[in-house]
């Protein structure tokens, strides 16, 4: 009875800070004249930050080198494990863009929202979303401003690290911006999937790798870069949960 009361003033506490933050958004991204919408997206991360602050359930401890220069572009990558992924890594102090399905840019007023930030569509009915995705990333890379990707596509369902899409690492190459690892750990049962109530996580971490390098890797290389990240994310996570990797890989089992 008390987790759900519980779990219902955290939705209450939510809604009001929509509420509030879309004007503030709407206002903020008049006056914008960044043309990646650099500050209007930044408003909205911070939205994100305080959403994970005022669930009590969530503990977040960040490390690795988290004071990044956020005019310096990157493409960000993470591996996927809960909705609730989204609100932590806005922990991160800089600004990117996130690649989101389209169906989050038609719910009303979050959908508004990743709108007004500037977050990429993806509509996975088009068959050129591929290049469509790609060619919005490359418009903000080359205007100083860093992209995120999930590329596994969608939350692990037993929280194992599944397969990567090459997208994002075909970007990184094309556009010669090195691709900034993240890895992201106990969030699991923190917003289980179908349920409205918030999971306990003791300590969820999340962790800033090293950028990785595309100098060596030609476009045709993506799938190669794409294993060198995926490798690192997984021993990550293999060392976190002190077991050994292959037992946390999907494509091993």
Known sequence: MWESLKSLLIWCAIALLVLIWLPLMAVIRLFDRDPAHYYTGKFFRKLGKTISRINPNWQLSITGKVNIDDRRPYVVVCNHLSQADIPLISNLPWEMKWVAKKILFDTPVVGWMMKLAGDISVDRQATDRKERTLDKASYYLDRQCSVMFFPEGTRSRNGKLNAFTRGAFKLAIREDVPVLPLV??????????????????????????????VEKYEENQARSLSQEVRGQILNQLAEWRNQPADELDNLAT
């Open 184 to 213: 992201i750990d106990g969030t699991q049962n923190t917003l289980p999937k179908r349920s409205w109530k918030f999971g306990i996580a003791k300590h969820i971490k999340l962790r800033v790798l090293p950028p990785v390098s």
